[in-house]
């Protein structure tokens, strides 16, 4: 059976168990990365968290995995997550190729 990750929410999970662990979410934004390099010669990410914790493990996993596909990263820091999808962050002022953003127990 095919391993599913992505649901109607992201990825969702309890931080440090599988599958939100560094490991993962390393080899996640480099798989990302890739696809985006696909169409686009130097990609731009921008990864917003929410307060808690464990999104600055969340941040660095996912920018090193990027950064290792060749994708140039940009960190908001805390942002209300609707704020990564359509706030500033990603107005034509600094376009994104993607916007992920870690918030309660899910990526997205």
């Known amino acids: 059976m095919a391993r599913r990750y992505f649901g109607t929410d992201g ?5 440090g168990q599988a599958p939100i662990t560094p490991d993962f979410l390393l080899r996640l934004g480099h798989a ?3 696809v985006l390099r696909q169409n686009t010669r130097r990609p731009t990410v921008v990864i917003g968290k929410d307060t808690r914790i464990s999104g600055y493990m969340i941040e660095s996993a996912l920018e090193a995995g ?3 596909a060749g994708v140039d990263t940009l ?6 997550t609707p704020g990564v999808g359509s706030g500033p962050v990603s107005s034509t002022s600094t376009p994104a190729d ?8 899910s990526i997205m």
């Open 98 to 105: 993607a916007n992920p953003a870690s918030s309660a127990d």
């Open 11 to 15: 990825i969702r999970g309890t931080v």
């Open 75 to 80: 960190l908001s820091g805390p942002i209300p």
């Open 32 to 34: 990302v990365g890739r």
């Open 66 to 68: 990027f950064a290792s």
